[in-house]
């Protein structure tokens, strides 16, 4: 008689289909802690890229400041032209909201045009 090289299959172990996390992050902590704040503001298709802009330019840092000299702040990196308190998130997202929808009518500030 020949035995197996591994132990027989154990009959009372019950099975489940694979059920997804339904909270799994996109993004690191610090960027989807403003995903309801985005939300707010942007439209729901728009929602990630909104995110996914504010991790590139400040990590979700809203108080962070261009180290380079422009003066660029907070989570969108808003120069300080603009005249907008960029290190109020409510303010900053709600600015970067109006710049893709009413005055460029698309990305073009961080590099889509």
Do not use: C
Not at 2 to 24: K, L, M
Not at 37 to 49: A, M, Q, R, Y
Not at 88 to 93: F, I, K, N, T
């Amino acid at each position: 008689m020949v035995t197996a090289p591994f132990p027989a299959p154990v009959s009372n172990v019950t099975t489940r289909p694979y059920t997804p996390e339904p909270n799994i992050l996109k993004y690191r902590p610090s960027v989807e802690r403003w995903r309801p704040l985005v939300s707010k503001h942007f439209k729901p298709e728009d929602v990630d890229k909104a995110l996914y802009v504010i991790d590139l330019e400040s990590g979700g840092d809203d108080q962070i400041r261009n180290s380079e000299g422009s003066g660029a702040t907070g989570l969108f990196q808003i120069m300080p032209f603009h005249g907008i308190n960029a290190t109020d998130p409510e303010a900053s997202v709600a600015w970067a909201a109006h710049q893709v929808y009413n005055v460029r009518g698309n990305w073009g500030d961080w590099g889509e045009a």
